[in-house]
């Protein structure tokens, strides 16, 4: 039962209607065909669109199966018309881009019907009205009656309680009017159609019911009802329209003006492509600059030894300076002798292990160079000799841990076998061309003349022997032993070889400045020092005041003594702490806070307990990337003004858009489509629109990436500098979608708060 209440002035006047409706009160049967009768533009057409609950008109108080529409949201008028409400318009508003199978299916996506379940439904409401062959075909393909058929299968589809029907056969021909009048009347069988004509013959034929209406005022019905049905449960399912809903609209439509979409695109994308290219380049010298400051901070590391250049003569460990630089004062200071005035650190265990506990992200790679000596033999023409391990090996830089650090693993490749973190094995290293010092060679029993070939070093084998196997006790003091046939086969000593042949990289300039020869690990010393410093000869070294090998006295009431004496005990490898430690910092940035970490042990120490050390890069031109950064945010600024202008433009475009779509957005109000749901629609479009113009952009400054490096490789003989981020291109995708939906949301909102009376009857 549908009852209309009391109808006082229930609009806004204007073009549309010119008359209210007054005092009205009107039931309407289930199963009826009602033909609202009266002239063009009268209050008919008031009643049809209060019925109706469209936006313009204050509905008065409208009664479904006896609940009130008083208290009614937005929302609530939006659910009713797309279940309850179908509409059959004299200018049949289709969508023009979709097909009509879309056009009938699109109230059910509003409604929350499965894809499956919506396709098949409208496939049957099409096919009752004749048009099953015709599915895939637009609007624009069918025929008046075709399209009035269309239109017919949508109000149907949804299986409403009520048909309203405006002029249904205004614009057709009698033969097709009459085919349509026939299909609404056997709709009427089982709904409740209400018909408003002005043509009197086409009410008296097809309806049973004619309600006349004159100047707003109803002047006869003629079969009223009065009778009061049972009251019902009555509940509306609330509509929605799904983002990818809102996106199969906008892109349909998009479709049918592809190169106007494509332009304003691609005018959206200059900026895109603008800030994408400056990044690319940004990104190409960042790389370049991190590739600088490796190559410097290898060949210039921090470096601690126990003896330092004084910070008064020259700021090497980052402290400022008494003296103001560049002052106005009229005085000549002296300047120290570099040379003279140096610092003793006070290398100890203490430090070391402080040392060791730096953050291992920030360093590329440390080496430790120590007294200790390794009890080195090898085979010579089958004799077993001792090397001096000081002439030949000298310490790999490695990670915190003792892997190969990025330092070697930046700079350097192996050339023929393997280059491992096992201790054992040793790596030989080469200049440029292949070259080792020929001393070193000679040590290791070649011909320093002769050339060698790889497979005569790999696997070359050398014995570490351990202080109690190689020292024995002659009376009071500790000899080598002579036998050392028996002591490379003895099963204590530790089998090194040589397992890889590593040369400098091309680009690599800290490689070319290296030097050559047997490398060893961090990992070596450690386990060899651990195994010395239990072993008799250190033992008793520790508790005499002489040399346990020379018999030479010490004098430990003196410095020099004491250190001769501390000097012996390193030697043996009693003491862990080495005399000389390089630190390589991954970069810059790093480097800074280990200054600071380094800085903050010296915090409150008197001077003579301090420890220095010489930042070698710090007398570098620092090139980090704050001045390409400052360059690169004026750049992306002057970029971003397109942007800007992009956005305007996009918001004019949607707002042209908007117009030319105004008949759509009133279509889509008719069947129930929300305020929200209409900003959705045009909120798809920018997106899409935005999406596509991040795309161009992207890909427009990548191919232009090629001509650039080839110009600046021609001008500077760096080879492809310009590298777009995939990061990068991501967040400026991102970037172009956001400003383009930004752009285009004013006159989304727009379009969602236009009047769908008003947008109906636009042409």
């Keep these: 039962m549908l009852e209309l209440k009391k109808i006082k002035k229930s609009y806004k006047t204007g073009d549309f209607v010119q008359t209210a409706l007054k005092d009205v009160s009107l039931r309407f049967r289930k199963s009826e065909f009602v033909a609202i009768l009266g002239p063009s533009g009268s209050g008919k057409t008031t009643l049809l669109n209060i019925i109706g609950g469209l936006d313009r008109y204050d509905r008065g108080d409208l009664i479904i199966n006896n609940k009130s529409t008083k208290k009614f949201k937005n929302k609530d008028w939006d659910a009713?018309?797309?279940?309850?409400?179908?509409?059959?318009?004299?200018?049949?508003?289709?969508?023009?881009?979709?097909?009509?199978?879309?056009?009938?299916?699109?109230?059910?996506?509003?409604?929350?019907?499965?894809?499956?379940?919506?396709?098949?439904?409208?496939?049957?409401?099409?096919?009752?009205?004749?048009?099953?062959?015709?599915?895939?075909?637009?609007?624009?393909?069918l025929s008046g009656g075709q399209m009035q058929r269309v239109a017919i299968a949508r109000a149907l589809v949804n299986n409403p309680d009520i048909i309203l029907a405006d002029e249904p056969t205004g614009a057709l021909d009698s033969k097709t009017s009459k085919q349509i009048m026939e299909l609404i009347k056997e709709i009427a069988k089982d709904k409740l159609v209400i018909m408003v004509t002005h043509n009197p013959e086409l009410a008296d034929e097809y309806s049973n019911r004619i309600i006349k209406v004159k100047d707003g005022n109803i002047i006869n019905d003629t079969n009223p009802y009065d009778e009061k049905e049972e009251e019902k449960v009555y509940k509306l399912n609330k509509t929605s329209m799904s983002f990818f809903t809102a996106l199969k609209l906008s892109f349909n439509n998009i479709l049918t003006k592809k190169g106007r979409t494509?332009?304003?695109?691609?005018?959206?994308?200059?900026?895109?492509?603008?800030?994408?290219?400056?990044?690319?380049?940004?990104?190409?010298?960042?790389?370049?600059?991190?590739?600088?400051?490796?190559?410097?901070?290898?060949?210039?590391?921090?470096?601690?030894?126990?003896?330092?250049?004084?910070?008064?003569?020259?700021?090497?460990?980052?402290?400022?300076?008494?003296?103001?630089?560049?002052?106005?004062?009229?005085?000549?200071?002296?300047?120290?002798?570099?040379?003279t005035d140096t610092h003793e650190n006070k290398l100890t265990k203490d430090y070391i292990d402080y040392i060791n506990e730096i953050d291992k992200n920030l360093i590329g790679g440390i080496s430790y160079q120590r007294i200790a000596n390794l009890n080195l033999l090898t085979k010579i023409d089958n004799k077993v000799k001792s090397l001096n391990s000081a002439d030949i090996l000298f310490p790999l830089p490695t990670n915190m841990d003792g892997s190969i650090s990025t330092v070697i693993d930046d700079n350097f490749e192996v050339i023929e076998g393997e280059m491992t973190d096992k201790k054992e094995e040793l790596l030989l290293l080469v200049d440029t061309k292949n070259r080792v010092d020929a001393d070193v060679l000679k040590l290791l029993g070649y011909d320093k003349d002769a050339n060698i070939n790889f497979d005569e070093l790999l696997g070359k084998e050398f014995k570490?022997?351990?202080?109690?196997?190689?020292?024995?006790?002659?009376?009071?003091?500790?000899?080598?032993?002579?036998?050392?046939?028996?002591?490379?086969?003895?099963?204590?000593?530790?089998?090194?070889?040589?397992?890889?042949?590593?040369?400098?990289?091309?680009?690599?300039?800290?490689?070319?400045?290296?030097?050559?020869?047997?490398?060893?690990?961090?990992?070596?010393?450690?386990?060899?020092?651990?195994?010395?410093?239990?072993?008799?000869?250190?033992?008793?070294?520790?508790?005499?005041?002489?040399?346990?090998m020379t018999m030479e006295k010490f004098d430990l009431n003196t410095e020099e003594g004491i250190k001769a004496k501390n000097n012996i005990l390193s030697y043996l490898g009693a003491d862990t702490v080495p005399m000389y430690i390089q630190i390589y910092p991954k970069d810059f940035d790093s480097k800074d806070e280990l200054i600071k970490y380094l800085d903050k042990y010296n915090e409150g120490k008197n001077e003579d307990d301090k420890i220095l050390y010489i930042d070698q890069a710090e007398l570098i031109t620092k090139m980090s990337g704050s001045i390409m950064d400052a360059i690169t945010i004026v750049l992306i600024a002057f970029s971003a003004i397109s942007l800007v202008v992009s956005t305007i433009m996009i918001g004019i475009i949607t707002y042209i858009s908007v117009l030319e779509r105004t008949k759509e957005i009133g279509i889509l109000r008719a069947i129930g489509a929300r305020k929200k749901d209409i900003t959705r629609v045009f909120n798809a479009e920018t997106f899409m629109i935005g999406l596509t113009s991040g795309l161009i952009g992207i890909i427009c400054a990548i191919l232009l990436t090629f001509p650039i490096n080839n110009i600046i490789e021609n001008l500077s003989g760096l080879a492809s500098v310009a590298k777009l981020n995939i990061v990068h291109a991501i967040i400026l995708i991102v970037i172009s979608i956001i400003l383009t939906t930004l752009g285009g949301f004013i006159p989304a909102k727009v379009a969602s708060k236009k009047d769908p009376v008003i947008a109906l009857r636009t042409e």
């Design 464 to 548: 570490v022997i351990l202080n109690n196997d190689y020292y024995t006790k002659s009376g009071v003091n500790y000899i080598p032993v002579s036998d050392y046939e028996k002591l490379y086969n003895n099963e204590n000593a530790i089998t090194l070889k040589i397992s890889g042949i590593v040369r400098g990289k091309k680009d690599s300039d800290f490689a070319k400045l290296s030097g050559n020869g047997l490398v060893y690990k961090k990992s070596l010393m450690d386990y060899v020092l651990e195994k010395n410093d239990k072993s008799n000869i250190v033992k008793d070294q520790i508790s005499k005041d002489y040399n346990v």
């Design 80 to 141: 009713y018309r797309n279940n309850c409400i179908g509409f059959i318009f004299q200018s049949y508003n289709l969508i023009s881009h979709m097909t009509i199978l879309s056009n009938v299916e699109l109230c059910m996506t509003l409604s929350g019907i499965k894809p499956k379940e919506r396709k098949k439904r409208a496939i049957i409401a099409l096919e009752k009205v004749g048009l099953k062959d015709h599915i895939h075909k637009k609007p624009n393909q």
């Design 262 to 339: 494509l332009l304003t695109a691609f005018a959206s994308s200059i900026g895109i492509m603008g800030i994408a290219l400056i990044l690319s380049l940004s990104n190409g010298f960042k790389i370049q600059i991190d590739k600088f400051e490796k190559d410097t901070l290898s060949q210039a590391p921090i470096v601690i030894s126990e003896q330092s250049m004084n910070m008064d003569t020259i700021s090497l460990s980052g402290e400022e300076e008494e003296l103001e630089e560049f002052t106005s004062e009229k005085k000549i200071y002296p300047l120290k002798n570099m040379a």
